[in-house]
């Protein structure tokens, strides 16, 4: 018997793990360090929409890829799962008290406390400010020397998360301050071996290989520092029901009726401010390096905005369909992280031609779910013309996750990356400087190179 006849699945009990590569584990790790979107790929075509990785220093991992699989997996109740660490160096920059590590009622109760400030309303009532900062932050990039969008976009995102939990404007000096102390402290070298030790826990007892512990280690000092004071200072000061998300985190309470401690508030923001640093960015800057391949789309885009008029307003600008097309596409396309919704099952789950069993740690890729055939036509082809009358559910577009753990700064990353794109389309020449490909960058996937481009004022007509 061959060995594709012993892992298809009408051969396999459908209680075992699904079958996957007999690649040595060290291999499967390589891959997964190199982003190598035609690997997965790969995987998915020889083994079908639901497979086994198992990657060396790791334990196995069942990845969904597709829409259906991808829709049950999000439908899991609390009861039907707990968190999965993808990978033990996210508690480099985050602890086990933080939001994406708790399960159940705690962490709904943390969305609570979430929910009013990152609703789709509250977000929408900032949308001038956040706009007016985005718009002066684009009118002052260098006109001449090439721009790395991907840091700019850390540092923009990073002010607009601290303007928010801290409250007052996003460029007032203390949250400016606070800002470039986290964009500090989580700046990454981008290194093969930095990458490597995100995903090999032996590695990050070496500190100089942990890019969130080990790199620029005094300013990550400092910036704890400043937010424990901060926090301190507020919960003396009274926090209000009405105030911004730290208030709201000092008057949260734990399922036992427990308060959140200094420590546990100061969690919960470092949690919001990584992911929230991150992910904009690298939707913005693939969705340029998606463009700038494929420019009369990007002329297009072009002419939709400047159809606004000189000085649109915020809710014009973010609600131009080929606008949102194309951040769809680009999400679609270059997800910020390959996998999302790590969980360990707590009782059996039937994918099919698979029941998953209790213990079985399972994962939704948005790569792959992204390209389905079955879902998308020619699907490797960047059309942002596919969602101009389409609004595509979760489990058919998962980079945000779904279900119980979709991302509750959902919204504000929506905004933010419509309104940055626009912004850089409407004011900018953009033209590429280099080759750029797709590679991990701490816990998120970003342009190689920081994604630099020059970026003229634009010559009006």
């Known amino acids: 018997m061959t060995g594709a006849e012993d892992r298809s699945p009408r051969s396999r009990p459908r209680h075992l793990l699904p079958p996957g590569p007999r690649l040595p584990g060290i291999i499967q790790l390589l891959c997964e360090t190199g982003v190598n979107w035609r690997y997965l790929q790969l995987l998915r075509r020889r083994f079908g929409p639901v497979f086994t990785m198992t990657a060396a220093f790791h334990e196995p991992v069942v990845v969904v890829s597709s829409p259906e699989t991808a829709r049950r997996v999000f439908a899991l109740t609390r009861d039907d799962f707990t968190h999965a660490n993808a990978t033990s160096s996210l508690e480099g920059a985050m602890d086990g008290r933080s939001i994406f590590f708790i399960d159940r009622a705690d962490h709904q109760a943390i969305r609570r406390a979430l ?12 949308a001038a400010p956040l706009h007016d900062l985005i718009r002066r932050a684009v009118a ?23 303007a928010l939990i801290f409250g007052g404007a996003a460029d007032d000096p203390r949250n400016e301050a606070l800002a470039d102390l986290a964009v500090a402290g989580l700046e990454r070298s981008g290194s093969f071996l930095e990458r490597l030790s995100v995903l090999v826990p032996p590695l990050q007892r070496l500190a100089w290989l942990n890019p969130y512990k080990a790199r620029h280690a005094d300013e990550a000092g400092r910036f704890a520092t400043v ?6 200072a507020r ?13 709201r985190l000092l008057l ?3 399922s036992d009726g427990r308060p959140l401690d200094d420590e546990e508030v100061a969690s919960q923001i470092l949690a919001l401010i990584v992911a929230g640093n991150e992910t904009t960015a690298s939707v913005v800057a693939f969705a340029v390096r998606w463009l700038l391949m494929n420019r009369p789309i990007l002329e297009a885009l072009r002419d939709a905005l400047d ?51 209790a213990g ?8 792959l779910v992204g390209r389905d055939a079955g879902l998308y036509r020619d699907p490797e082809r960047f059309d942002p013309s596919r969602f101009l009358a389409l609004s595509p559910p979760p489990h058919e577009q998962p980079a945000f996750g779904g279900g119980l753990r979709l991302c509750p700064g959902l ?39 920081g994604m630099p481009v020059r970026a003229r004022p634009r010559v009006r007509a």
């Open 411 to 449: 919204w504000l990353a929506t905004l933010e990356m419509r309104l940055l794109l626009a912004e850089l389309v409407r004011q900018r020449d953009l033209t590429p400087v280099r080759r750029t490909r797709p590679m991990r960058a701490g816990l998120v996937v970003v342009p190689s190179h």
């Open 360 to 367: 079985t740690r399972v994962t939704v890729s948005p790569v």
């Open 252 to 254: 949260a309470r734990w």
């Open 115 to 126: 929910a009013v400030p990152f609703s789709r309303r509250h977000v929408a009532g900032d």
């Open 307 to 357: 159809a606004l008029g000189p000085e649109p307003s915020a809710d014009a600008l973010a609600a131009v369909p080929l606008l949102q097309a194309v951040c769809a596409e680009t999400l679609r396309l270059s997800p910020p992280t390959w996998s999302v919704e790590n969980r360990r099952l707590r009782r059996p789950l039937d994918l099919g031609d698979h029941v998953l069993p």
């Open 235 to 247: 919960r003396a000061e009274g926090p209000s029901a009405d105030g911004p998300v730290l208030d």
């Open 140 to 162: 002052k990039l260098p006109e001449r020397g090439p721009v790395a969008l991907v840091p700019f976009g850390e540092r923009l995102a990073t002010c607009v998360v601290v």
């Open 227 to 232: 937010i424990a004071e901060r926090v301190a």
